[in-house]
């Protein structure tokens, strides 16, 4: 993108936060961007969009030690075949798709979605990318549009895996690899600009915050959208980038883009449109701008309520549930996030997530405070922002000694504490804990319950698969957590283990109880292995009458 394109832009650099349960999404990313968005909306393949000149970023080399929420690892291997024939980038090659960048691969027979990791070395133990990807238009290729800013001159392995029918991943492809350029690359982008199609050039609107519909055009996975209010296009008032189309598949159709902010009252305002030349990171030529004029004003509804996390809280998860009143009359709501009360008072936003629901789920970064506020979306435009609270998320390990006498590992904030009784060891040894955004294995019918984490013992270099007493597990829960997840009844939670082929629920057990009152839940056993805290998904049954 052109540099001078983003006045204000501060020295930044990538971050990759990861969600979990929304419809829009908004993260910074890119040192020339703040923020990202998905929308999951009728029409064209689900578009993302970046906006630029906004918001502090931390490196991708940070974002390593971040969870992903991607498609769940499974040892259920299904019968379809792995890709085997990588198309962008090639094997072995050098790229500068720097920015959102794009992969494609040859597509197998019968299979219409992917399972994709990014990673920097090629045992993908630490992916910092994990999606879903889906046939291009025609089905003899298929593509993933990542959501990551690559570092420039370095080396990156990637791998696909067909997805069967029941959601299941079959074998992963071998690890491919390509090594990114210096990311400046001087070539013109010879792709021709979107047509503009709504609000017509002219138009008085009735809302402050619009949606801006053009046609795509063919070939092109990416455009970038401005509006400002000059015919220079000096003083921008929204800069995005938008990306994610099947360039194929999706020319010729009709694209909304929605507003994150009001523009000003009574204004006149220029729009235009360039298609991006994504292999190279390089705007094409704008658009003819058109104009509207927005309303003198409107009847704004008022900002929800903030319910959770409570205020100031520490939380037992990176994984964290906001949740926010609903507001009769509201079409949709917006969530952002800030690293300090000055970052709030000038607005400056570090993350921005949009839902149609009362509640978001996202994957933060560990030992973080967060100030966070909402607002919602009416005819007229976007309410005013909420008041602030904050939370802080908690550690993502922790490491104990255990000796014949007994010993405590205490995660908390996190939402475990182990207690191993004298005699459950007869040697010194080590317990690790390691907290995973979602379970790692498919769990069919199973609500999870924002507690998922990993057990490891070691006497030396000797795994210690049995204890000689059991050890007693106490998880805590966050009703907002069971709220978020649709879980109605606490206390029908239950842990489950997974035994190396399918998952085992370990309630009803002697000495293990749910207090619904002190939002626990206690096990006792004598073994470690991944663990998640759920409840079972409710069946119901018709109703006979006589």
Same mark, same amino acid.
Request: charged content about 10%; aromatic content about 12%.
């Given at each position: 993108m052109d540099a001078h394109r983003a006045p204000g832009v501060r020295s930044a650099r990538p971050l990759r936060t990861i969600t979990l349960m929304l419809a829009m999404i908004v993260l910074p990313l890119a040192a020339s961007s703040s923020a990202i968005a998905s929308t999951a909306a009728p029409g064209p393949h689900a578009a993302m969009v970046a906006r630029r000149g906004r918001g502090r970023q931390r490196s991708e080399t940070e974002?390593? +030690? @971040?969870?992903?929420?991607?498609?769940?690892?499974?040892?259920?291997?299904?019968?379809?075949?792995?890709?085997?024939?990588?198309?962008?980038?090639?094997?072995?090659?050098?790229?500068?798709?720097?920015?959102?960048?794009?992969?494609?691969?040859?597509?197998?027979?019968?299979?219409?979605?992917?399972?994709?990791?990014?990673?920097?070395?090629?045992?993908?133990?630490?992916?910092?990318?994990?999606?879903?990807?889906?046939?291009?238009?025609?089905?003899?290729?298929?593509?993933?549009?990542?959501? @990551?800013?690559?570092?420039?001159?370095?080396?990156?392995?990637?791998?696909?895996?067909?997805?069967?029918?029941?959601?299941?991943?079959?074998?992963?492809?071998?690890?491919?690899?390509?090594? !990114?350029?210096?990311?400046?690359?001087?070539?013109?982008?010879? @792709?021709?600009?979107?047509?503009?199609?709504?609000?017509?050039?002219?138009?008085?609107?009735?809302?402050?915050?619009?949606?801006?519909?053009?046609?795509?055009?063919?070939? !092109? +996975?990416?455009?970038?959208?401005?509006?400002? +209010?000059?015919?220079?296009?000096?003083? @921008?008032?929204?800069?995005?980038?938008?990306?994610?189309?099947?360039?194929?598949?999706?020319?010729?159709? +009709?694209?909304?883009f929605s507003g994150w902010d009001n523009l000003q009252p009574g204004t006149q305002y220029y729009w235009r449109v360039a298609s991006v030349c994504a292999d190279i990171d390089t705007d094409g030529d704008f658009s003819a701008p058109a104009t509207f004029t927005t309303p003198s004003g409107g009847t704004f509804l008022a900002a929800p309520g903030l319910i959770a996390p409570p205020n100031g809280a520490n939380t037992a998860s990176i994984g964290v549930s906001l949740v926010y009143s609903d507001v009769v009359g509201a079409d949709d709501y917006q969530v952002r996030l800030y690293d300090s009360p000055g970052d709030v008072g000038t607005d400056n936003w570090e993350q921005a997530y949009r839902s149609t629901d009362t509640a978001v789920s996202v994957i933060e970064e560990p030992q973080t405070l967060f100030y966070w506020r909402a607002k919602d979306l009416n005819g007229a435009g976007w309410s005013p922002l909420s008041s602030t609270w904050t939370f802080t998320t908690p550690v993502t390990s922790a490491v104990a000694t255990i000796t014949p006498a007994?010993?405590?590992?205490?995660?908390?904030?996190?939402?475990?504490?182990?207690?191993?009784?004298?005699?459950?060891?007869?040697?010194?040894?080590?317990?690790?804990?390691?907290?995973?955004?979602?379970?790692?294995?498919?769990?069919?019918?199973?609500?999870?319950?924002?507690?998922?984490?990993?057990?490891?013992?070691?006497?030396?270099?000797?795994?210690?698969?049995?204890?000689?007493?059991?050890? !007693?597990?106490?998880?805590?829960?966050?009703?907002?957590?069971?709220?978020?997840?649709?879980?109605?009844?606490?206390?029908?939670?239950?842990?489950?283990?997974?035994?190396?082929?399918?998952?085992?629920?370990?309630?009803p057990c002697a000495g293990c109880s749910i207090n619904t009152t002190s939002h626990t839940v206690t096990v006792v056993l004598n073994h470690m292995t991944e663990f998640a805290l759920g409840s079972p998904v409710p069946i119901y049954l018709p109703m006979l009458r006589r």
């Open positions: 974002a390593r +030690s @971040l969870l992903l929420a991607g498609p769940a690892r499974t040892s259920q291997v299904c019968s379809t075949i792995a890709p085997s024939v990588p198309v962008t980038p090639a094997q072995g090659a050098t790229s500068n798709d720097l920015q959102y960048p794009i992969f494609i691969w040859d597509a197998v027979s019968g299979v219409s979605q992917y399972a994709f990791e990014l990673a920097y070395d090629d045992t993908f133990l630490q992916p910092i990318d994990a999606g879903t990807g889906y046939n291009l238009a025609g089905g003899t290729q298929a593509w993933y549009t990542s959501g @990551l800013i690559l570092d420039p001159n370095t080396t990156y392995y990637w791998r696909v895996a067909s997805m069967c029918g029941d959601g299941t991943i079959g074998a992963y492809s071998q690890a491919w690899s390509f090594t !990114t350029g210096s990311g400046s690359v001087s070539q013109t982008c010879s @792709l021709q600009p979107p047509a503009l199609q709504q609000p017509a050039s002219g138009a008085t609107l009735t809302t402050l915050s619009p949606d801006l519909t053009f046609q795509l055009a063919s070939t !092109t +996975s990416q455009y970038e959208l401005e509006v400002a +209010s000059d015919s220079s296009f000096d003083d @921008l008032a929204w800069d995005w980038l938008i990306y994610g189309f099947d360039p194929v598949g999706d020319a010729g159709q +009709s694209y909304a007994g010993g405590i590992l205490d995660t908390s904030p996190s939402c475990l504490a182990l207690t191993f009784p004298a005699g459950a060891v007869s040697t010194q040894v080590t317990v690790t804990y390691d907290m995973l955004g979602s379970p790692l294995e498919a769990y069919p019918n199973f609500l999870f319950a924002n507690c998922s984490f990993t057990l490891v013992a070691y006497a030396g270099s000797q795994q210690v698969t049995q204890f000689n007493e059991p050890y !007693t597990m106490v998880l805590t829960y966050d009703p907002s957590d069971l709220l978020a997840a649709g879980i109605s009844a606490p206390q029908e939670l239950n842990v489950a283990y997974w035994d190396g082929s399918e998952w085992q629920n370990i309630l």
